[in-house]
């Protein structure tokens, strides 16, 4: 599906990785219409903070491949998240679902959800598959609309509480 703003596949190589995925930042105009924006991008990346000690940083990228969010230099994050991106693809062209690679200064994810992503930076020796399950967790939300949704257990209300505490 070729969404409107955006260059055709295979139109500008130089924009262009491996799986076809468009690098860069969008107007805010291409993204308005079609999936989450970067104000919805920015509540996401809030919440991964709140989920995650461990994180470093993290970009958001939409489907087309435009850079919705980062917690750092967008200019970074759009060339070395397509580049991640382009490198896992040359490998295996299938779409990519997850990818951990671990090094002596940290650990780097890249979590896909209906062609959305998320890239993150963590500690070193974080539990990869509780880090990597937060942020699938915070992309889906962002896909599917609930951005910066808190899902723990809400607040049963005042007259729960009373019941509880009389008990």
Not at 2 to 17: R, V
Not at 89 to 100: I, N
Not at 103 to 132: D, K, N, P
């Amino acid at each position: 599906m070729k969404i409107p703003g955006l260059p055709p596949l295979g139109e500008d190589p130089e924009t262009q990785s491996p799986g076809g995925m468009t690098l860069g930042r969008a107007p805010e105009t291409v993204l308005g219409d079609v999936g989450p924006g970067r104000a919805q991008a920015q509540l996401a990346l809030a919440r991964l903070r709140e989920l995650s000690v461990d994180l470093r940083d993290a970009a958001f990228f939409h489907a087309s491949g435009w850079l919705l969010a980062s917690s750092g230099d967008d200019e970074v994050w759009e060339r070395a998240g397509g580049d991640l991106i382009a490198a896992a693809e040359a490998v295996d062209p299938r779409e990519l679902s997850q990818l951990h690679v671990g090094g002596e200064a940290g650990e780097v994810f890249v979590v896909r959800y209906e062609g959305y992503a998320v890239i993150a930076t963590a500690e070193r020796f974080t539990l990869a598959s509780l880090f990597a399950s937060d942020l699938r967790a915070v992309l889906r939300d962002l896909v599917e609309g609930h951005a910066g949704l808190d899902r723990r257990a809400p607040d049963p209300g005042p007259d729960t509480r009373e019941e509880i505490a009389s008990g």
